[in-house]
């Protein structure tokens, strides 16, 4: 039995938004030594925990944690669409699992993924369908969000159930870090847009269009400095990914979501997906970083982060 993690950052904007050739190259490079790293650990399937960007999650419905043994991918922002290879009997012996040690999570046997699930896979491999994925939804956009202690704690339920399961597991994240898309808040929404938070399920073309249109003119005000997005904050990204790095997970308890997005951004507390993966991975013991990368890139509007660490031999 061994274990694995691998995080990264996501963003619409990855090679879309303005950027320096170099920058781009140099993100493209750390997906290529993440993927080395995946394909070499040769998992026998990843659990992977992310968020939604109200594509597939909605507020007339909104689960904290949803196990998908069926998942869909929704083919946003350009990414591919169709199926997940997802290990179903695993899943509903992980939902069984987990129901034992407390954890009501929500059951979905066709749960629709948006880039936040499939653009690390597809930056890594080109594609996501060749890949065992085990995929649970963290709602870490629409308020009220999980505690970061309760997504430590299910992520390590989680980490027993792999620990137990004889097989290689890769636990796997995706969000953050320091991020604030143009997200509205259903609190002061205008009608349309409240109706949109509530049930925007098959959003027309044209629909489509106009939302990733202000996204990319957030991306280039964000760049020069300017816009509805807060900038960067690439201190608290610092200190964020030192707490996963000191094997210490359980130091995240004391995040508050609400001061998270006050400093870092609407889409900051995506890195409660990274909090789970690790407090899954943590059930293995001590631990080695393989891999780390870092970069502030403002016309992403993204904290770009990933980090990749393997089981010390015998550690458990």
């Not at 004391?254 to 690790?278: H, I, P, Q, S, Y």
Request: contains cysteine; negative net charge.
């Amino acid at each position: 039995m061994s274990v694995a993690v691998v995080c990264a950052s996501h963003t619409p904007l990855m090679y879309k938004g303005p950027a320096s050739n170099e920058t781009e190259q140099r993100v493209r490079t750390a997906f290529g030594r993440l993927g080395s790293f995946v394909k070499e650990f040769a998992p026998d399937y990843i659990v992977q925990f992310a968020p939604d960007h109200f594509n597939g999650f909605f507020y007339d419905l909104m689960p904290s944690f949803c196990v998908g043994a069926g998942a869909v991918s929704l083919g946003d922002w350009g990414g591919g669409t169709g199926p997940l290879d997802v290990p179903e009997k695993t899943a509903l012996e992980l939902i069984d699992h987990l129901r034992d040690e407390d954890f009501d999570v929500a059951v979905s046997f066709r749960m629709p993924v948006d880039h936040g699930f499939v653009q690390l896979w597809e930056a890594m491999f080109g594609d996501f369908k060749s890949i065992p994925i085990l995929p649970i939804f963290v709602n870490a956009a629409a308020p009220p969000v999980p505690t970061y202690r309760r997504a430590r704690q299910l992520g390590e339920s989680v980490g027993r159930f792999a620990m137990r399961s004889g097989k290689r597991v890769l636990f796997a994240a995706s969000g953050g870090l320091s991020h604030d898309p143009p997200l509205p808040s259903i609190k002061d929404a205008p009608p349309e847009i409240r109706e949109r938070l509530i049930n925007g399920r098959n959003p027309t073309a044209e629909a489509k269009e106009a939302r990733e249109k202000r996204v990319l003119e957030a991306g280039v005000l964000a760049e020069a400095g300017k816009g509805p997005c807060q900038p960067l904050n690439p201190k608290w990204d610092a200190e964020f990914m030192e707490i996963l790095r000191s094997g210490q997970i359980w130091r995240a308890d004391a995040l508050d979501t609400g001061k998270v997005r006050e400093v870092a951004g609407r889409g900051a507390n995506e890195v409660l997906a990274w909090v789970a993966a690790f407090g899954a991975f943590s059930t293995g013991g001590h631990f080695k970083m393989e891999q780390e990368f870092y970069e502030a890139i403002p016309g992403w509007i993204a904290g770009m982060a990933m980090m990749a660490a393997k089981q010390v031999d015998g550690a458990h």
